[in-house]
C-alpha cells in the first residue's frame, strides 16, 4: 500500500494550491483518506479527511472555508485544494489512510502514510 503527495511549492499569501495524494496498492472505497501538515518545531497537525465510500469530509478550524478535500475514486486519489493561503500554513503536508467506511476525523489514528509535499507561503 503506497501513498504518493504531489502538488506542494511556493505560493504567496492569499494565493491557492492543489494537492493530490495517489494511492496504490490498495482501492479506495474502504478508507478514510487524511491530511495532516508539519511546519518546523511543531506538532503534526490534523488538517481534513475524506470517506472515500461515500464522500464524507471533516476539517480542523484553522482551514474551514479555505481548503476542500474531495475524491476521484476512479484515479485512487484525493485532493486538497488550499485557497486564500496563509504564512502560518507553511508545512510539509502528508496525506494518511485508514480502514473506515463512512466516519473520518483528522485527529484519528492513520496506519498508512505518504512522504509528504512542502507547502511554502510566502512574499
Known amino acids: 500500500l503506497q501513498l504518493v503527495e504531489s502538488g506542494g511549492g511556493f505560493v504567496q499569501p492569499g494565493g491557492s494550491l492543489r494537492l493530490s495524494c495517489a494511492a496504490s496498492g490498495f482501492t479506495l472505497g474502504s478508507y478514510a483518506i487524511a491530511w495532516f501538515r508539519q511546519a518546523p518545531g511543531k506538532e503534526r497537525e490534523g488538517v481534513s479527511c475524506i470517506t472515500t465510500r461515500d464522500g464524507r469530509t471533516a476539517y480542523t478550524d484553522s482551514v474551514k472555508a479555505r481548503f476542500t478535500i474531495s475524491r476521484d475514486n476512479a484515479k485512487n486519489t484525493v485532493y486538497l485544494q488550499m485557497n486564500s493561503l496563509k504564512p502560518e500554513d507553511t508545512a510539509v503536508y502528508y496525506c494518511?489512510?485508514?480502514?473506515?467506511?463512512?466516519?473520518?476525523?483528522?485527529?484519528?489514528?492513520?496506519?498508512?502514510w505518504g512522504q509528504g509535499t512542502q507547502v511554502t507561503v510566502t512574499d
Open positions: 494518511a489512510a485508514r480502514s473506515a467506511y463512512y466516519y473520518c476525523s483528522p485527529t484519528s489514528l492513520y496506519n498508512y
